[in-house]
């Protein structure tokens, strides 16, 4: 049985001060919500504080990148022991803004979730296709593309500590969503890839989530699909109550 997995990746937002003040708002709603797994995924400058607030509470802490080096002379980077250090269960890796905007090609996503694996967090690992893809009807193989280039080499065992986001480019931040089934269809692509790249096994116990303009609204119709085990909420993940009725959904 898959446990849901509801993940706020708040991207470039919030001050150290209003890191502060979202998660205590979330704290008292959520903390003892043990029947599905909640994170939250702040900027770095919040991260270490971040993660004390949560600690003694079911919510977890998640990072929104890792470099693919270990440590060493890189200047602006942030290494898998540093996120483990301040309390980060998970960590996004390849997420479409990274792809697009700083150039994370598959092989760099499949560094990171190596280095990711080596200390011991959770890597959240996107994929997604754009309109252009979605409307030449080739998501499918977008999606198979995506995954065999991430996942190259990695054994079964490693990859089923991974979770597959699912991140429709043309929904991110659009305010349009995938409908259910667009979504849903989309999902049993990624969970047939892993059936057949490792085994049934590990294709019934891979938590995949959606993202793409998450909202109060829509959450409860798509948790209601068969493959779709959870969120990576973007937006909706900024203001406390929002959020707080995503991670409390009904399916």
Request: aromatic share 6%; glycine share 10%.
């Amino acid at each position: 049985m898959r446990k849901a997995l509801i993940v706020g990746n708040w991207k470039m937002h919030k001050t150290l001060r209003e890191s502060i003040e979202l998660v205590a708002a979330l704290k008292g709603p959520l903390h003892a919500v043990r029947d599905r797994d909640i994170a939250v995924c702040p900027p770095y400058t919040a991260l270490a504080t971040v993660g004390e607030m949560l600690a003694g509470t079911a919510l977890q802490l998640g990072a929104q990148d890792i470099s693919y080096e270990p440590e060493g002379a890189f200047t602006g980077e942030v290494s898998g022991a540093m996120l483990r250090d301040v309390g980060c269960r998970y960590v996004i890796i390849g997420h479409s803004e990274r792809r697009r905007l700083f150039g994370d090609t598959n092989e760099i996503v499949r560094r990171k979730i190596g280095t990711a694996l080596l200390v011991g967090l959770t890597p959240i690992v996107c994929v997604g296709e754009t309109i252009e893809k979605r409307e030449q009807g080739v998501t499918d193989e977008v999606l198979r593309k995506q995954c065999d280039g991430s996942f190259a080499g990695l054994a079964e065992a490693d990859l089923k500590k991974c979770v597959i986001a699912y991140e429709p480019v043309w929904a991110i931040g659009t305010g349009r969503t995938a409908a259910p089934a667009q979504a849903e269809a989309a999902h049993a692509t990624i969970r047939l890839w892993v059936r057949e790249r490792c085994s049934p096994e590990a294709a019934s116990g891979i938590v995949l989530l959606y993202g793409g303009s998450v909202t109060p609204e829509n959450i409860d119709a798509l948790m209601s699909m068969e493959d779709i085990d959870g969120a990576l909420v973007g937006g909706a993940s900024l203001k406390a109550e929002p959020f707080i009725r995503i991670a409390r959904f009904r399916a």
